[in-house]
């Protein structure tokens, strides 16, 4: 027969009985544990951990029979917690209380707390709440727990370690016959030459951001200027998925459209004409001339009188435009420095490449040139410039062109040699197919030391 409490006596009084008492914790612990809002004295505040302790001769459970929401008091009480006697069953804790109900072993019943008293009584133990993470009840042996951290194992799926490494097939050479011959059973490997072409190679395809404009520069006539400007951006054009223009800004009836099939007879002129109604690249495509390579030429004006009126102004204006349509933009500059549009090619130009026969009077005039920019604010711009050592006749003479490419490599950043070709002194139409291997070498060297001056990210703003 089950114990009942006397008439009269504690309410709340649970008797002697500890193993109720036991079975009133293992109840509470699946209750709510969020603090009852404005109640304090023996109600465990936030954070509180730690059993709900009964004293000697409580029995039963402590519940709270249909009973929610806060708990009676009279006005102005801040203390006990009444429970009616003869009550049953878990003992519920109001909303937003947490922790465990603690009892003072010494009473029986609640623990009265006198007015105006808040929070727990002197004695009990009160631990924070941690804050993050992921808490668990506020029992012996649960605490703060850290979601698991992910194992990396990334470095073990890279293509290194999964995909087989194999010798490259020869390019070239001997390497390459054997290849060939054997039915690519026999791989010798890639021959030193092929390594240093796939090398150069990739500096030309290297990433490059925004429009890069680049001024060839002569001041003498007859160094093979349009024909460098034109090999040079046949070379980016056949090796870059990206767009690549030539401009011909020569006033003096230039003839960089004879270098590649002409495809129509538009000019600079008819672009800036029509310059409000270019709204795609197919629109500016109808002005522009392109070659085997993917080079696209815009000829200018071959009636002097009107090609000698090509302003900075105008000049200006083209690259404005070309430069939504185009990644590379070079432009072959007459042999005035004092020519109207000169000082708007140097102004916008982010490299120059100064282009020098093998001559001697090739070498002054190109030195000359350089003399000229330093004197006239383009310090930076020689600083970063690209010599040209371009060899138009078969042989260097008497002419040491190793102690003229060490004059021209204490004032520019590099210098480059590009030999002489039968293909190039035709001055006819330039397929690159065509040159020798020495000649295109030289050209992928070229277009390899421009490349290594691409910026990443804008450096300049004109």
Known sequence: MPWRPQAGGEPGDFGPNPDLADSHLDEEAGTDSTPHPGTSGPHAVAGQSGPHTVGPGQSGPHSLASQSGPHPMGPGQSGPHHVGPGQSGPHHLAPGQSGPHHVNPATSG?????????????GYYVESTPSGGQYQQNYPGYGYQQAPQPVQHQGELSTSRLVKQVKRAPQSGWRRAVYVASGHLINPGESPADVRRRELIGRVNQPLRGCYKIAMLSLKGGVGKTTTTTTLGSTFASLRGDRVIAVDANPDRGTLSQKIPLE???????????????????????????????????????????????????????????????????????????????????????????????????????????????????????????????????????????????????????????????????????????????????????????????????????
């Open 110 to 122: 609640a623990y009265p707390v006198g007015p105006g008293h808040s929070g727990p009584h002197p």
């Open 264 to 462: 129509t007879t538009a000019t600079v002129r008819h672009l800036l004409r029509d310059a409000d109604r270019i709204r795609r690249y197919s629109d500016i495509r109808a002005y522009t001339s392109q070659g085997p390579s993917r080079l696209e030429v815009l000829a200018s004006e071959q009636d002097p009188a009107v090609s000698e009126a090509f302003s900075e102004d105008d000049y200006r204006r083209t690259v404005a435009l070309l430069e939504h349509f185009y990644n590379i933009v070079l432009t072959d500059c007459g042999t005035g420095l004092m020519h109207s549009a000169m000082k708007g090619v140097l102004d916008l130009a982010d490299s120059l490449v100064i282009v020098s026969s093998g001559s001697v009077d090739g070498a002054r005039s190109a030195s000359a040139t350089l003399d000229w920019l330093d004197a006239h604010g383009y310090r930076d711009l020689v600083a970063r410039s690209v010599a040209v050592i371009n060899s138009v006749r078969p042989g260097s003479g008497k002419v040491d062109l190793d102690k003229l490419a060490a004059h021209f490599a204490a004032r520019c950043r590099a210098v480059c040699r590009i030999p002489f070709d039968p293909h190039l002194e035709e001055g006819a139409e330039i397929e690159l197919d065509r040159l020798l291997p020495e000649t295109r070498l030289g050209l992928l060297e070229l277009a390899a030391t421009v490349a290594d001056d691409f910026p990443s990210e804008l450096r300049r703003t004109h």
